[in-house]
């Protein structure tokens, strides 16, 4: 039981510092893992580290395909028929071409 107090205050803290900013995900992998750990055996400190080094990266993969994804949105061709700012048509607006 005191594992796990102790466990829910590192964590508190380290999401409180302004330094580990940069480590996304890693204390709710923390947190599960801990309890995880305890539960399977009292090794709630393997959990806890194990659960941070996932937590990390499964928010690394979820920010990378994030920006994969706006990436791909702003290069994407205008949607067919839309207009630009001079009000002139973009795209194929499936008109019939003019006969010759």
Do not use: F, W, Y
């Amino acid at each position: 039981m005191k594992q796990i107090v102790a466990l829910a205050l590192l964590a508190g803290a380290a999401a409180l510092s302004p330094g580990l900013a940069s480590a996304k995900g890693c204390v709710k992998g923390a947190a599960v893992g801990g309890v995880a750990g305890h539960v399977a055996g009292h090794h709630g400190i393997a959990g806890a580290a194990v659960g941070c080094a996932i937590g990390h990266h499964r928010a690394k993969v979820k920010d990378r395909e994030a920006a994969a994804a706006q990436a791909n949105a702003q290069h994407a061709a205008p949607p067919a028929g839309t207009t630009n700012a001079d009000g002139a048509t973009q795209g194929n607006t499936n008109a019939a071409a003019p006969a010759r």
